[in-house]
Nanobody
Framework: VQLQASGGGLVQAGGSLRLSCAASGSYFSIGAMGWYRQAPGKERELVAA???????NYADSVKGRFTISRDNAKNTVYLQMNKVKLEDTADYYCNAVDPATGDDYWGQGTQVTVSS
């Protein structure tokens, strides 16, 4: 499974940004998909995840501001980021799980920078 993330960039605090991540390659199905982020000097953390059936999970720090969704027909996961804050600045990585093996797959990361 290859994951291609896009949509990162520079955004002002209070603004919005939408990240996308498309899965490709040879696989039977994709399970949960999600977004993680890693800020400089910090560990990678879960931002949001969505199961194949649509159940979502969010980090407390983004609840009410970010929305994760997926299009199973396109094997794509999205992260709508609204009301962004300076502390949202990080490299964002998409993740997908192979439900058959439990293996994790990672995208290359897309940088999000929030300016004041």
């Amino acid at each position: 499974v290859q994951l291609q993330a896009s949509g990162g960039g520079l955004v002002q605090a209070g603004g919005s940004l939408r990240l996308s991540c498309a899965a490709s390659g040879s696989y039977f199905s994709i399970g949960a998909m999600g977004w993680y982020r890693q800020a400089p000097g910090k560990e990678r953390e879960l931002v949001a995840a969505v199961a194949s059936g649509g159940v979502t999970n969010y980090a407390d720090s983004v609840k009410g501001r970010f929305t994760i969704s997926r299009d199973n027909a396109k094997n794509t996961v999205y992260l709508q980021m609204n009301k962004v804050k300076l502390e949202d600045t990080a490299d964002y990585y998409c993740n997908a799980v192979d439900p058959a093996t439990g293996d994790d797959y990672w995208g290359q990361g897309t940088q999000v920078t929030v300016s004041s």
